[in-house]
Nanobody, 124 residues
Framework: QVQLVESGGGLVQAGGSLRLSCAASGRTFRSYGMGWFRQTPGKEREFVAGISWSGGSTYYADSVKGRFTISRDNAKKTVALQMNSLKPEDTAVYYC?????????????????WGQGTQVTVSS
């Protein structure tokens, strides 16, 4: 089983950067696709970025393409989300999630393990 813990959230001004990290436990981490999702009050959780088990494929929501970068280190069992050129509309709770199919695509139902979330607030 994989357990996930996010860190790195905080308050940043528009145009700034943050780096989120997700630390995983469990012997099967390297076989999981990994994703980042976000949610704001009153809205559905949405896909942000995903990466396949090998790191060979990455996927991004249109709203973050060119600004966010997802990466993983299977040896360290970590997944990172580098967020640049942040906008106020990026404000949300960000969740790390694990996909046992290994794909890391933007289909929420593929993911069966979730972290507790970390708050990102972008001020204008």
């Amino acid at each position: 089983q994989v357990q996930l813990v996010e860190s790195g959230g905080g308050l940043v001004q528009a145009g700034g950067s943050l780096r989120l990290s997700c630390a995983a436990s469990g012997r099967t981490f390297r076989s999981y696709g990994m994703g980042w999702f976000r949610q704001t009050p009153g809205k559905e959780r949405e896909f942000v970025a995903g990466i396949s088990w090998s790191g060979g494929s990455t996927y991004y929501a249109d709203s973050v393409k060119g600004r966010f970068t997802i990466s993983r280190d299977n040896a360290k069992k970590t997944v990172a989300l580098q967020m640049n050129s942040l906008k106020p509309e990026d404000t949300a709770v960000y969740y790390c999630a694990a996909d046992p199919t290994g794909q890391g695509m933007g289909v929420m139902n593929l993911y069966d393990r979730w972290g507790q979330g970390t708050q990102v607030t972008v001020s204008s």
